[in-house]
């Protein structure tokens, strides 16, 4: 039988405390405005992968809800001195909230958080975008990020309505308008899940025609006990499919785009931390607000088994400061602390980080194992470090013979 939380079996966030770990703050808020959605996407971790929470929730945040969440960031971002705090508008689909009612929740938010150190932005299907929309979120200076897998039949194998039909007609427009010359600077960029079946540089390149400030590839979230669809059971096939992309992204002649995922691995190979979930170890600093006021962990967990991002914590009674003691935030706060022994063993776990935590789960094991997507992760990283490191070399061996760099 599946426990609520089966968290790494050693962690003890008491001992964890004693023995020098200190919480990090959040930093970025995902406030699940709207709970339906005008999708029907088959690789849904909300409503498609077993956790069915959203049916016992409010379809739409309170007014009561959204200015308590308000209050408690606001108390969170006091406390911790935060310069900044990030405040993602989600869902469901969270346009479906309707332009006035958008309009009334992101004055709450700039009132009550403050206008200065608040970055608010939305995600989106893109389905409603329209130029009303639009018009609110420049006036407002809402960055607008759109989910897409690339141009018509690839986007439409998994972003479909309930009847079946296809979204990226849809979503097409959406981004016409929003790359128009009076959006684009509220455009923060595509999300695009991965299908190993696709063209690797086919879908990149649909992408870019919108020339997007940033793209982000994400692995369909999958665990060893719902492992991701392998064809030709390759164990490396997501992997390649981003090798693919690297290449041709890290081969143009000048930077086209930035690709969050390449970007977080480059930086991890130069030395240097990541920001994504997706690699490395640094500590995840989000937590997700339900419509019902539950404070919940990164939303992707679900993907696990039903139940598993919940913290039993709601903003009416309770602060994001306990939050930060709940042992699965504070095990994705750990670092290598919280990894399995295969990949403490392993020599790329540094750069790794057991890739996304939710990707580690199996039933009866919990979260303390390598990635469902080991291969796939490894082969990635060692290409990126490969790439890195011959260009490091030539450009050293062209500066010792006295050929200048550009
Ligand atoms: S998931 Fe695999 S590649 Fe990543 S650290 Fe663990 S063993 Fe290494």
Redesign the pocket.
């Known amino acids: 039988m599946t426990r609520p939380h089966e968290w790494p079996a050693d962690l003890d966030v008491t001992a964890a405390l004693a023995g020098g770990f200190r919480p990090y703050a959040f930093r970025e808020f995902v406030l699940k405005i709207n709970q339906r959605c005008n999708l029907a996407c088959d690789y849904c971790y909300v409503y498609a992968m077993g956790d069915h929470s959203w049916r016992d929730r409010p379809s739409v945040m309170s007014g009561e809800v959204l200015r308590t969440a308000a209050a408690r960031i606001a108390e969170h971002a006091r406390e911790h001195e935060l310069d900044t705090v990030r405040v993602i508008l989600h869902g469901g689909e969270p346009l479906l909230s309707g332009r006035d009612r958008l309009a009334a929740l992101i004055g709450r938010l700039k009132t009550d958080i403050g206008d200065r150190r608040l970055q608010i932005a939305v995600q989106t299907n893109g389905l409603l975008l329209d130029e009303p929309m639009l018009d609110l979120f420049r006036a407002e200076g809402v960055q607008v990020g759109v989910s897409m897998d690339g141009a018509g039949a690839d986007n439409d194998r998994h972003r479909r309505h309930a009847d079946g039909r296809g979204s990226a007609a849809a979503v097409e427009r959406a981004l016409g308008l929003l790359t128009d010359a009076r959006y684009r600077p509220i455009f923060a960029g595509i999300l695009c899940t991965i299908d190993v079946t696709t063209d690797p540089a086919q879908v990149y390149e649909a992408l870019l025609r919108h020339r997007p400030p940033q793209i982000d590839f994400l692995l369909p979230h999958a665990n060893w006990s719902r492992p991701p669809t392998r064809p030709d059971q390759r164990d490396d096939a997501y992997g390649d499919w981003l090798v693919a992309v690297f290449d041709r992204w890290y081969d143009a002649p000048r930077q086209e785009t930035r690709v969050r995922v390449l970007e977080e691995i480059l930086s991890l190979v130069l030395g240097g931390a990541s920001r994504s979930e997706q690699v490395g170890l640094s500590p995840v600093t989000v937590a997700v607000v339900e419509s019902d006021g539950d404070i919940e962990q990164v939303d992707s967990l679900k993907s696990a088994f039903p139940g598993a991002s919940a913290t039993g914590l709601n903003i009416a009674t309770n602060s994001f400061d306990q939050a930060l003691r709940h042992p699965g935030i504070v095990a994705r706060q750990l670092g290598a602390a919280a ?2 022994a ?2 403490v ?5 540094e ?5 996304h935590y939710a990707h ?1 789960y199996a039933t009866g094991r919990g979260f303390l194992n ?2 469902v ?3 796939d ?2 082969r990635i ?1 060692t290409h990126v470090r490969r790439r890195v490191t011959a260009d490091i070399a030539d450009r050293e061996r062209g500066e010792s013979a006295g050929v200048r760099s550009p």
């Open positions: 990894l399995c295969e990949c063993a392993c020599s790329i776990h750069l790794c980080g057991a890739g580690r390598r990635s997507y080991c291969a992760l490894s990283i």
